[in-house]
């Protein structure tokens, strides 16, 4: 611009100049020719006031000048805008780094500790579960019972101690059943042919290592852990579409949200459940914050009770599955964030193997068909609350970590289900006539009930949960106390209460915390011919197995005429992480539990029950975690 500029002055400057030089040429052709003076009009007389005479190098000096000022004006206005770009650019990027603070807790950085967790992806548009899980390895060694050095609690070790497990911590989701596992995903993602389209796939094993408690030796396994296939379109729209496919596992596949009132996740909803795969698959159609979803399971098991390597029939049976959820993070641009869900299932779990068909008069009589209904909802104000401390893992292998970008946060999370399936009525338990219209089977009811609430301030935090379970809901896949019945008129029942409070503070990558838990366990009372009580104590769900032992006890039978105590525990945590995938956690933790019964082995071979030791009613633990994700 500025050669443009200057070309120009200098073609001004020429032509002021022969401007100037042209009426001096025209005297001198006037003198020389006076003919031609003569025909010419004659010219105005001037006065020499009112000429202005400029000589060449002042024409020329005022001609730059007024250029040098243009162009000044001009660098002027051109550095005025440059700094009103400037200006607004730094707006936008502080206004952009301001955005970026106030970004959802998983896609932030955590106070410079770790990464949002890959797995939040997922979690979008309401998907029920999240399929992909990272490999990890986790060890642990601790004793369950400093007390008692005997084989059933001995010293330091990874062996499988069961009973010994935090309650609470089940309820949330935690499980340390074994102590010392690894879990292997070889997990692969890519974009599709198709736009919008990413294509996951994920080979996933579980190897466990156990104790074994008759024999001592260690035992390892390898098990395939829920490999799936998934397509997962997302247009921009708003508009989502996922299917995924379990060909060996669907444990994926079930309603709840809370591990304790999770139904349907595994084959032990099937009482005739044994090695068979259980193959599905689940749909998944979503709009912005809403979704639906249908998932499919079949399972192949015996239509009797077998023995041994007796041969059986067999049958398929199936379960459904549905679900309405909303899912809305940080809505309006503000820190409000909900979630909630409503979701069904429908399961066929086969014939009762206790009532024989040909004495019913329709022969499908004596299916149990169950069904449950959940529903779920969570709000979280501000960054992410997180979950609770623990030494166990989760039994898929994560964990929630807080987010301590906000200076307060706080959580209500509320979740309640129903089940009813049909079983051989304990009051009926033969046909008499044909005229008795009584019912061979009977409803059984299960209610299922938690409420999560928790509070955070900068690092602290503080948790509240109470649940309910009654006792039908304890046994409901087992199916019943007694297995295939109802529970009888005449005997006494009690539900599952259950409260926790914790609190844990989080400083420099450490988190410090301690909790207290109460419960009032489940009972079953029936009373003898002479009316003396016979209570049992259902300290866990029951699985299909029905089956109490020295070492799995998630029942227990007390002395004729006792009454169930109440249980509570208390524990601390020390827990340091390393990274955003190792983790190291100490724990100590007591539990009373007078219901709890110590089997002593007999000179017969047989076991003894013994009652009132202090060694087994009063159990101290401490524990050590080391665990690795990648």
């Not at 020719?33 to 006031?49: F, I, K, L, R, Y």
């Not at 290592?209 to 024999?215: A, P, Y």
């Amino acid at each position: 611009m500025k050669k443009i500029i200057s070309i120009f002055v200098l073609f001004l400057t020429s032509f002021a100049l022969a401007a100037q030089e042209a009426p001096e040429s025209d005297a001198g052709q006037t003198a020389e020719n006076p003919e031609a003076a003569g025909t010419a009009e004659p010219a105005p007389v001037q006065n020499d006031s009112d000429k202005i005479v400029m000589s060449k190098e002042e024409l020329s000096k005022l001609i730059r000048q007024t250029v040098d000022e243009e162009l000044a004006k001009r660098d002027a206005e051109a550095k005025k805008a440059e700094e009103a770009r400037m200006a607004e650019e730094a707006q936008k990027a502080e206004e952009a780094q301001k955005a970026e603070a106030e970004k959802p807790a998983e896609e932030t950085e955590k106070d410079g500790k770790q990464e949002a967790e890959p797995e939040d992806r997922y979690d979008g548009n309401g998907l029920i579960q999240t399929s992909y899980t990272k490999s990890s390895i986790s060890f642990i060694m601790g004793d369950d019972n400093l007390r008692d050095n005997s084989q059933y609690s001995p010293k330091w070790d990874i062996g499988s101690r069961y009973e010994y497990e935090d309650f609470a911590d089940r309820v949330y989701g935690y499980s340390n059943n074994v102590k010392s596992s690894t879990k292997l995903s070889l997990f692969h993602e890519e974009k599709g042919f198709l736009p919008y389209l990413t294509a996951r796939m994920s080979l996933s094993f579980a190897m466990y290592n156990s104790v074994d408690s008759l024999s001592d030796k260690l035992i390892t396994s390898l098990k395939e852990d829920r490999s799936f296939l998934e397509i997962d379109f997302r247009h921009p729209s708003k508009n989502r579409f996922n299917i995924t496919l379990y060909p060996y596992n669907a444990d994926n596949i079930a309603i709840g949200t809370f591990r304790g009132l999770r139904w349907g996740a595994n084959a032990s909803v099937w009482p005739q459940s044994d090695s068979s795969p259980v193959p599905g698959f689940q749909v998944l159609y979503g709009y912005s914050d809403f979704s639906v979803y249908f998932g499919f399971k079949a399972h192949a098991q015996s239509k009797t009770d077998k023995l041994s390597t007796e041969i059986v029939p067999k049958e398929t049976v199936y379960g459904y599955f549905g679900g309405l959820t909303y899912n809305a993070k940080h809505i309006n641009n503000t820190k409000h964030n909900v979630r909630a869900s409503i979701q069904g299932a429908f399961i066929d779990k086969g014939d009762n193997v206790n009532i024989a068909e040909h004495l019913l008069s329709n022969g499908a009589d004596d299916s149990i068909i169950s069904y449950g209904i959940d529903a779920f909802i969570d709000y979280n104000y501000g960054s992410r609350f997180g979950d609770p401390l623990g030494i166990n893992s989760y039994a898929d292998g994560t964990w929630v970590s807080p987010d301590y970008t906000s200076d307060f946060s706080w959580r209500i999370r509320a979740e309640y289900l129903f089940q009813n399936e049909r079983l051989q009525n304990a009051d009926y338990l033969s046909v008499l006539t044909e005229d008795d219209n009584t019912s061979i089977t009977a409803d059984y009811f299960g209610h299922g009930a938690a409420v999560d609430l928790g509070f955070r301030w900068k690092g602290l935090r503080a948790l509240f949960m109470y649940s309910f379970r009654n006792l039908a809901f304890m046994s409901f896949d087992a199916p019943g106390v007694t297995p295939w019945n109802t529970i009888p008129k005449d005997a006494d029942q009690s539900p599952e209460h259950l409260f926790m409070l914790t609190a844990d503070y989080f400083f420099y990558n450490f988190w410090i915390g301690a909790s207290f838990g109460y419960k009032i366990p489940a009972t079953y009372t029936v009373y003898d011919a002479n009316g003396h009580k016979n209570t049992m104590v259902i300290r866990e769900r029951l699985s299909t197995d029905a089956v109490s032992d020295a070492f799995d006890r998630t029942r227990e039978m007390l002395p004729a005429g006792e009454s169930a105590s109440n249980i509570y525990f208390i524990k601390a945590n020390l827990k340091y992480q390393f990274s955003s995938s190792f983790t190291a956690m100490l724990e100590y933790g007591y539990t009373y539990d007078h219901n709890r019964q110590k089997m002593v082995a007999q000179d017969d071979g047989t076991y003894k029950s013994e009652f009132d030791d202090d060694n087994v009613t009063h159990i101290h633990s401490l524990m050590f975690l080391v665990e690795g994700r990648f």
